[in-house]
């Protein structure tokens, strides 16, 4: 139960910059993603807290201690690591049982709280086996009982659930959300999938090269994204990017595109004036649209509508994602299954509006 | 076809390990047999088509404790025997125990230049004993520790510890760096996970360290004859001087010969059981 700060935190390996002037700050008992790219500089960030390597700049205050110089085994953290590192040579209750036997606990102590860790796990009956016995599942799991066998400050999940199979995954998902919520503590989770970020997290840190490029709710995250980098991360079908010019004629905002123009609504308008984005006439931006965002028809059903040229199909079951062409880009669709075009149809499209993100062409940040 | 084949393949395999028995394991039960055996008997053959008297001669003798007598009550080989013994023993104490935390050093430390130093290391093992025996014999003497146990065992870790360091260190190697942070992250200390978990992972490399190490010293005869001379003669001296030019005790030598190897074969099958290698297979995922 505690606090995790990080002040203008910064890892060099040589010349390379794993994490740059990080800071955010992990609230007590919240599940705060770290979700990114591999080599992004999620795992650095989690060994820095855990003290298995150096900070060399800033610092990082657990519980309101700068536990920079603090040896790992002092932290009072718990780790699990992408390989699980379950001890080859001990047993699943010699693995889970470790921690407890190195703070000296009673025997029957360590028993009891083994086997409460076991049956959370769902794990009981392979007490007595060895980790090259256990499928990966079963490792993973064991490797997360050898963390919350005790209590720690924080648990620090690398990636824990990345090399399952997918279906598995989604189920593990949903497990440690609830563990997270059932031990009510502070979870700090390293992830590239942003599906397991969006379901999983209170908060999301998004962090690309090593720079924190935006930290906030799943909700904020995805419909508000602070900039390209995370508005084309997120989504588990791509969002669309449009490169479109800002207009401003008498007071009114339009965005102009090769193919369409679209009126910005008052409030969108209202967003934009509000950031205070600095142009006199005209600005070049990127326009992102969610797949979902887009309403398709096979008829132009007002004058509004924007026309394509449906290209492919992917049928997903319920669902089915339609790729359109408009004039020289292809865009993604998700409409429902009912939905009766084939290829090489004429096709026309209404975008929700309140539901676009703009971007500043160059310094690729939000300007709403 | 497929199962003539097979079977042809089986013959020879068969043929093959059958020559590499006799090659190797003859002569040892030759060994066996004389070692018990009167000296007389020992030049025992079997008349010319007797074929059977081979077996009896090997196998079905009269056995006599005489050579074992001769070696240890008349003879000084207790002696030997015992300075075997404390050389090997000394010197694999040090030089193992040593090795791993040296080895710990060079595989996990941050030390500036370390690849140089782990070569330099090795290379100490690398040139042959006889090209060191001068200058060694100088030092010896120069520290008057020529001819004493303590001078031979301190020869013998000369040699046996860079191969420690150099064969532990491989192995540690191959243990991967998680498990010892996992072991910091559950709250232990560098000492504790050096303990719990490098040292089981490496037993099998820790078994085969201490049986090259005892096998270079136990069976060495350069060192002990020269550096070790009258006053710590080990097995390997005495029983080169049951040979003089006017008679060889083939008897004793045999005997001897025997004293000499049991012990290996014991430690070899004592150790056998950690040679157990893949330990660290299934720690990590996959």
Known sequence: MAQVVFENVTKKYGRLVAVKNLTFECKDKELVCLLGPSGAGKTSTLRMVGGLEEINEGNIYIDGVCVNTLHPSKRDVAMVFETYALYPHKTVFENISYPLQLRKEDPAVIEKKVRKALKILDIEDLIDRYPKQLSGGQKQRVAVGRSIVRNPKVFLMDEPIAHLDAKLRAHMRGELKHLQKELDETFLYATHDQLEALSMADRIAVIDHGVLQQFDTADMIYNHPANVFVAGFIGDIPINFFQCVLESKGGELHLKHETFLLKLSKTIQKQIKKKGAQFTSTLPVILGIRPEDIKLSLRRENSEMIDGKLYLTEPLGADVIIDVRVGSQLIKVLTDASFKGKRDDRVFFDVNIEQINLFDQQSKKSIM | ?286
């Open chain 2, 1 to 286: 076809m497929n199962r003539d084949s097979i079977s042809v393949g089986k013959v020879i395999k068969i043929i093959i390990i059958a020559l590499f028995f006799l090659w190797t394991v003859v002569p040892i039960i030759f060994m066996v047999s004389s070692a018990f055996k009167e000296t007389g008997d020992i030049f025992e053959i079997p008349q010319p088509g007797d074929w059977k008297g081979i077996f009896r001669l090997l196998f079905f003798f009269k056995v006599s404790m005489a050579q074992f007598y001769k070696m240890f009550i008349e003879g000084k080989f207790f002696k030997y025997l015992l300075n075997s013994v404390i050389a090997t023993v000394c010197s694999v104490g040090i030089s193992v125990p040593l090795g791993l935390f040296a080895a710990y050093a060079m595989s996990r430390g941050r030390i500036p230049g370390k690849k140089h130093l782990y070569f330099w290391v090795i290379t100490t093992r690398m040139a042959p004993p006889v090209a060191v025996m001068v200058p060694l014999y100088v030092l010896w003497r120069t520290y008057g520790i020529l001819q004493t146990r303590i001078g031979l065992i301190l020869a013998y870790t000369t040699f046996n510890l860079p191969f420690s360091i150099w064969l532990l260190r491989g192995f540690m190697d191959s243990i991967p760096r998680e498990l010892e942070e996992a072991s910091y992250i559950d709250g232990g200390s560098r000492f504790r996970a050096f303990f719990d978990i490098v040292i089981p992972l490496i037993k099998p490399g820790l078994g085969t360290t201490v049986i090259l190490c005892s096998l270079f010293s136990w069976n060495d005869y350069l060192f002990a004859l020269i550096l070790g001379g009258r006053g710590s003669e080990t097995l390997p001296v005495g029983i080169s001087e049951l040979e003089s030019a006017t008679s060889i005790l083939y008897g004793q030598i045999m005997a001897g010969g025997l004293v000499m190897i049991v012990p290996m074969i014991v430690l070899g099958l004592i150790i056998k059981k950690y040679l157990v290698t893949g330990l660290t297979m299934g720690a990590m995922r996959g």
